[in-house]
């Protein structure tokens, strides 16, 4: 007896695109936990930014000094970015005010990353008296470990579920250049 409906290409083809999907699947796990890189050298401070400027209309991310923007790249923000400022977790928007990087993560999982200071004493309250819970954890940072040779297609598209994301190497250069306490100011 002849199995066709087994052999069948609709199935192979389902077939294949499940094993793909569980193999990227498990490749996304191992690199989140082991794609690590060593973070660069800070550079001089005459180099170091003294604020961060992330404007969501025009997806830019600004380092200044004194004044002076002395990098700019191009941001992929949260899915909901242009529907407002962030008010609480889950609502995939990319907070709007004044903060600072807080700290730093050499091992995140999105390449390297900074922590944006959200939510502060407003957003806890706004989020509070609203009945909800701010959300925490909103990050610059580059792209999923192991996926960085994607950066053409994740730079077309807001994909974070709040955060700032640039490319790997930019985020090397941001790294590099931000130190902890740094302000940020993220505008409309």
């Known amino acids: 007896m002849k199995l066709t409906r087994f052999s069948s290409p609709a199935l192979r ?24 890189d060593t973070p660069p050298a800070y550079l001089p401070a005459e180099q170091q930014a003294d604020l961060v400027v992330v ?5 830019k991310l600004s380092l200044l000094r004194e004044g002076v923007v002395i990098r700019e790249y191009s941001v ?8 407002g400022a962030k008010q ?5 928007k990319t907070p709007e ?10 091992r995140s999982r999105f390449s390297l990353s900074l922590h944006v200071s959200w939510p502060d004493a407003d957003d806890i309250q706004r989020a509070k008296s609203a009945g909800y ?18 950066a053409p297609l994740f730079r077309r598209m807001d994909w974070t579920d709040g955060c700032i994301a640039v490319t790997n190497s930019e985020m090397r250069e941001i790294w590099a ?11 409309k």
């Open 97 to 106: 005010g004044h903060y600072n990087v807080d700290w730093r993560n050499a």
């Open 76 to 83: 992929s923000l949260g899915r909901g970015a242009d529907d």
């Open 88 to 92: 609480r977790e889950g609502d995939m």
């Open 13 to 36: 083809l389902g077939v294949i695109a499940m094993v793909i999907a569980i193999g990227l699947f498990f490749w996304t796990k191992v690199m989140a936990r082991w794609g690590h």
């Open 133 to 150: 819970s701010p959300g925490h954890n909103i990050m610059i940072h580059g792209l999923p470990n192991g996926w960085g040779w994607l």
């Open 55 to 59: 404007n969501k209309a025009a997806r």
């Open 177 to 187: 250049r931000t130190p902890t306490g740094t302000p940020v100011i993220i505008e």
